[in-house]
């Protein structure tokens, strides 16, 4: 069965300092990797998407994140962090396949940025 | 373009009622699907819906169905409420990307249910 780990509960980083979000996934092939951002109290937000070509693939709000196939991993990062990023992230997979849109979502990382 | 939008925001019921969410997809996305997120078991998939007709099932009890109307309007409902069904159920709709050959999940807000 497929798997999403997030191995990082919560996370704290300065402003303007980088910040990179760990995701790792179990899956029985390379499935189509997503991560989103939620805000309290709000729903979740599409930050970006992987589905083929390049592994390093750009979001909005200055995000991007890598898919590395031999580490089943896909970790997003900022370059420099605003105080609005504090959220909570979560990577998810979904299948290729077109049955449909079941995503399997990581545990989520709650970032805190210090002003 | 609205986006998804979803009814009510917040409620609060008893053990042992029932509830209907509802939701409205973004104009044009023909599947929806719904989400019940808590601090305990985190975002599961409840189930999705293509066209009318139920498409993909999570592991929840009966007590959890669904439906989509001809216009992609889709409801939920969960009969006899137990406490741990408080969470934040979350809908989305979804359009196929051809040229990616992907399906893209927009999410609403989200309902808060509370069951005392």
């Known amino acids: 069965a497929q798997s999403v780990t997030q191995p990082d509960i919560h996370i704290t980083v300065s402003e303007g300092a980088s910040l990179e979000l760990r995701c790792n996934y179990s899956?029985?092939?390379?499935?189509?990797l997503f991560w989103y951002v939620q805000s309290p109290g709000q729903g979740l937000q599409l930050l970006l998407k992987y589905f083929s070509g390049d592994t390093l693939v750009q979001g909005i709000k200055g995000f991007e994140a890598e898919f590395k196939r031999s580490q089943s991993s896909f970790n997003l990062r900022k370059p420099s962090v605003h105080w609005s990023d504090a959220a909570e992230y979560f990577c998810?997979?979904?299948?290729?396949?077109?049955?449909?849109?079941?995503?399997?979502f990581g545990g989520g990382t709650r970032l805190m940025v210090k002003p | 373009k609205a986006g998804v939008t979803q009814t009510p925001r917040y409620l609060i019921k008893t053990r042992g009622q029932q509830v209907t969410l509802s939701c409205s997809p973004i104009?044009?996305?023909?599947?929806v699907s719904w989400y019940q997120q808590t601090p305990g078991q985190g975002l599961q998939f409840l189930f999705e819906y293509f066209s009318e007709t139920q498409r993909n099932k999570g592991n929840f009890p009966g007590r959890f169905s669904g439906r989509q109307f001809s216009n992609s309007r889709s409801e939920m409902n969960v009969s006899t409420l137990e406490l741990g069904d408080s969470a934040l159920y979350l809908c989305?709709?979804?359009?196929?990307?051809?040229?990616?050959?992907?399906?893209?999940?927009?999410f609403g807000a989200g309902s808060r249910l509370t069951v005392l």
């Open positions: 899956y029985g092939a390379t499935p189509y």
């Open positions: 998810a997979v979904g299948p290729r396949n077109n049955a449909g849109n079941m995503l399997t």
């Open positions: 104009s044009g996305h023909r599947s």
């Open positions: 989305a709709s979804s359009f196929r990307d051809r040229g990616l050959g992907a399906n893209v999940l927009t």
